[in-house]
């Protein structure tokens, strides 16, 4: 299994004038928990065996944001945002049906840092990095050392773009492209929008839900700015995660004129519940984000243990509609390789 490394630019010498301050948000992605035994004392876990937890890190790291960390309930070893990062020696048990790579990415990695699954819209992974390693990410194990975007593979990626007419969508992806600094996100981005023929540009981002001091006024300017209609779909699993500092955050990127939905994954000991997922799109409207997917767990190798079952997917689909209004009810879906889209449950 390969290990994840960051390949990207975040934190190569600063160039800045002394007149000139490190972003907070800097500040904060270089200051993320990375220590298991770290993470134990902050909460307050003392019956965990830390160096157990660090078996389940040599290839896939801890990382957290410490404002992530400070919205768990300390001493609960159940909280919901802790299970999401806290290494399990599950992840180390090899599950039949699971595999490195569930939706063959490989496949559709055209070029180094394109997929190109579905019609219309490609997939660009900008960077390896995150603020945060959910432990059941669905790339965990992804070749990002294969994709690394410099200047000739960037060229070559805009080349491909512009070639195919029908690629009206541009997805930035990762990784989170919101690792990246916006010096390097404004050029990405003013080179993608001088392709006529591309009118959309989607931001996949897990940043304003665990690191909410991203959004600032510089990003906000250039966002705002963009000629190309703008999306940005973050990843919240739990109401929990929505405090008011990620309130404010996405408010913001919303008063740019950007389109805001939510993604988020089905996880067993996570939000396996019905009042739980209610709780989580009342809460996510109230920050101005629509549900827009309820996603079924990939099967990837080392994330079984998150599983949950169709049956109980469906149930809780069910429940979900019989509260809440349409515009409030995520779709419930799976991606299923060689599909032309997502398949819907």
């Excluded at 993320?32 to 035994?37: E, I, L, Q, T, W």
């Excluded at 595999?99 to 390896?128: C, F, M, Q, W």
């Excluded at 973050?234 to 929505?242: G, Q, R, T, V």
């Amino acid at each position: 299994m390969e290990p994840l490394v960051d390949l990207t630019p975040d934190f190569r010498p600063s160039t800045t004038t002394p007149l000139q301050s490190t972003p907070r948000w800097k500040k904060s992605l270089a200051n993320v928990v990375r220590d298991p035994a770290e993470l134990c004392k902050l909460l307050h876990l003392s019956d965990i065996d830390a160096a157990e937890l660090g078996k389940a890190c040599a290839d896939f790291p801890l990382r957290v944001p410490r404002g992530f960390v400070d919205r768990m309930t300390k001493g609960s070893l159940s909280d919901p945002l802790l299970r999401q990062v806290l290494p399990d020696a599950a992840e180390l048990v090899e599950t039949q049906h699971y595999s490195t790579d569930p939706l063959d990415e490989l496949d559709a990695n055209t070029l180094p840092g394109l997929l190109h699954k579905y019609t219309g819209r490609v997939l660009i992974t900008l960077t390896s990095s995150c603020a945060v390693h959910c432990r059941y990410c669905f790339r965990r194990h992804f070749a990002y050392g294969d994709n690394r975007l410099g200047d000739s593979a960037w060229q070559n990626l805009l080349d491909y773009i512009e070639r195919d007419t029908s690629i009206t969508e541009v997805i930035l992806s990762g990784g989170d492209p919101l690792n990246l600094p916006d010096s390097i996100l404004v050029s990405r981005v003013a080179d993608i929008e001088r392709i006529a023929h591309v009118t959309r540009l989607r931001l996949h981002t897990r940043q304003p839900v665990v690191l909410p001091e991203r959004i600032d006024d510089t990003f906000l300017s250039w966002l705002g700015k963009s000629r190309l209609n703008r999306v940005m779909v973050i990843h919240a699993n739990h109401a929990n995660e929505l405090d008011h500092s990620v309130e404010k955050a996405l408010r913001a990127v919303a008063s740019t004129g950007t389109t805001l939905l939510n993604q988020s994954v089905l996880l067993d000991g996570v939000n396996n519940d019905a009042n739980t997922l209610v709780a989580l799109s009342e809460r996510l409207f109230t920050c101005g984000v629509l549900p827009y997917y309820l996603h079924l767990p990939d099967r990837v190798q080392g994330t079984a243990h998150f599983h949950v079952s169709d049956e109980r997917a469906h149930q809780l689909q069910s429940a979900m509609q019989a509260r809440l209004p349409g515009y409030l009810v995520p779709k419930l879906a799976r991606e299923v390789a060689g599909e032309s889209s997502k398949q819907h449950l």
